[in-house]
């Protein structure tokens, strides 16, 4: 399937005159390395929000006063507001364009992000969380249907490598960065860091953006599918965030994961009704665009699923600083800046499906070593496994966000990069609940064994329970007052009982990512591709 591109710099999309191939770039004005940067600025954004926060929740909650609860939901109504709406915003996207739906998500996201500064309640951050999660959703699918219109097929795995270095970089960098603003200017400042950024960001997206449209870009909305899409994603993202605290086994779990299904079961009756559909089922058809989805969700389980307890690992293990941690996890950082722009080029060389292979295989030899760590274990040990990890990742970044995109028609090319990106996020939420309900059981089945052979005092069933949930994120249960020796046990018991829950679940990481190196074959180069931007100063 082939469509045409349309450029359109002033008018409604309802007028944009049809052409037959895109216009070429005027200065900078619609240049492909030039859009880069700008998109690039503003996804940063919203990618380092996604981490560097969790640095400044402690001090958050100091400052406000808030209960543990309340800072979980600094998180979780971000990931929720973003993860419920990226595929809407898509189309949001294709239908009005993709350059004043990423300003208009640049600079809703910068908003939020100062008013989040210059709140005084956990209430009001938690609200202005949810609205950054809602404007991020909008900007990072029009990044990519930005990226899809301006770049030739040649040149655009390339685009999309640096693309996925940039996300690579500051989702990993995010500590770092947030580290040194907490411990030496405020919390508030992780924030406000956001706004000159998305300055930046509106200023050069004014002057270089153009606004490319498919001639046959959508021209209604299909508000049904909207609503069950989003309602069966709620579900879903909610019952896993929650499972951890109500239990995999709770009638409140399967009742939400329940409603889930039948919510995608009736969104996919729906689509194959309405006349223009939130998302053409008949995308699902191309096996390639199929697979670089499951390969995408299959990737983030292994990558944020693991990446969860290294940071646990590093801190309450061995003993680190935020900074200390985050700066010990730059060989990952590093080979994914690295390893993205390579990637993108080899793959526009061969084609997707050997890299891909290649780089789930690295992520299960990496998430194996992983597994192999031990309390003593060097940083120069650990930093093999990181920086393996890293170039594992880079490939599959890069490769399945070209598959994806570039197996749906031109007009559907929003739609696609919200499916890029909600794959990712469902499959980060899949990783750190299903890996932590693996951490939880092993920690439940060793702890009080581990405990009795250390010679330690026999706990009550509700103080084994306190100190089982200490001990899945390597926190020693030490109460105040403990004799040190007494203390030195009980901190062996809980980072070995850690250690061994985090070995098992870095192992079912690997295993998935063994899953995902099958996954890969089935990809191929994108059919599509060709519709993109074909003249321009490349």
């Known amino acids: 399937m082939t469509s045409q591109t349309t450029v359109d710099k002033t008018g409604p999309a309802d007028e944009a005159p049809a052409a037959s191939g895109p216009a ?40 406000l006063g808030a209960t543990f609860a309340d800072v979980q939901w600094i998180t979780n109504g971000y990931f929720l507001a973003l993860a419920v709406t990226l595929i809407t915003a898509g189309k949001l996207g294709d239908r009005f364009g993709h350059r004043q739906t990423f300003l208009i998500g640049v600079v809703g996201f910068a908003a939020a992000s100062g008013a989040i500064g210059l ?44 693309w996925g270095m940039v996300i690579g970089a500051s989702t990993a960098g995010g500590p770092i960065l947030g580290g040194v603003l907490v411990e030496h200017v405020s919390w508030q400042s992780v924030f406000f860091i956001n706004v000159p ?16 449209r ?55 009756f729906w689509e194959n009704k309405v006349r223009e559909p939130l998302i053409p089922l008949a ?50 950082t590093g080979m994914m800046i690295v390893g993205s722009p390579l990637a993108g080029a080899l793959i526009g060389k061969t084609g997707p499906r050997v890299p891909l292979a290649g780089g789930m295989a690295f992520t299960a030899v990496a998430m194996f070593g992983i597994s192999t760590l031990e309390t003593d ?21 890069v490769g399945a966000t070209e598959v994806i995109v570039g197996n749906a028609p031109m007009e559907l090319s929003g739609v696609a990069g919200g499916l890029q990106q909600a794959a990712m996020q469902i499959g980060g939420s899949l990783g750190t609940a299903v890996l932590g309900a693996v951490m939880a059981s092993k920690v439940d089945n060793d702890l009080a064994g581990n405990w009795a052979e250390a010679g330690l005092p026999k706990l009550s069933p509700a103080e084994l329970d306190q100190a089982a949930e200490a001990v899945q994120v390597g926190a020693p249960p030490v109460a105040p007052g403990t004799p040190p020796e007494i203390a030195a046990k009980i901190t062996d018991v809980a980072h070995d009982t850690f250690i061994s829950g985090m070995s098992l679940a870095s192992l079912v990481a690997a295993g998935v990512a063994v899953v995902a190196v099958f996954v890969a074959f089935l990809t191929k180069r994108g059919a599509n591709a060709e519709a993109g931007a074909g003249v321009g100063h490349i």
């Open 24 to 63: 070429p770039a005027e200065g900078l004005r619609g240049h492909p390395w030039f859009t880069l940067i700008t998109v690039a600025v503003g996804v940063m954004m919203v990618a380092l929000d996604g981490t560097i926060v969790a640095i400044a929740n402690p001090a958050i909650q100091k400052d």
């Open 214 to 268: 498919a001639k046959n870009a959508p021209r209604s909305f299909d508000l049904l599918g909207i609503g069950l899409l989003s309602g069966a994603m709620f579900c879903l993202v909610w019952a896993l965030i929650k499972a951890p605290e109500w239990g995999w086994g709770a009638a409140l779990t399967w009742t939400f994961l329940g409603i889930s299904v039948v919510g995608f079961a009736l969104f996919a």
């Open 197 to 212: 950024v998305g300055i930046l960001a509106v200023v050069l997206g004014a002057v270089i953006l153009t606004d490319h």
């Open 377 to 397: 274990t060097g940083s120069g040990v650990m930093s093999i496994w990181f920086g393996l990890l890293g170039l594992g990742l880079a490939p599959v970044m």
């Open 283 to 332: 995308l699902f058809r191309s096996v390639p665009l199929s697979a670089g989805v499951v390969l995408m969700v299959l990737m983030a389980i292994a990558f944020m699923g693991g990446l969860f307890f290294v940071t646990f690992y590093l801190q309450n293990v061995h003993g680190m600083s935020p900074i200390d941690a985050g700066l010990h996890l730059l060989p990952l």
């Open 119 to 162: 709140s005084d309640s956990i209430a009001f951050v938690v609200v202005f969380r949810v609205l950054q999660g809602l404007f991020g959703a909008l900007l990072m699918p029009a990044a990519l249907g930005l990226l899809r219109a301006t770049f030739p097929a040649e040149k655009l795995n390339m685009a999309i490598g640096i």
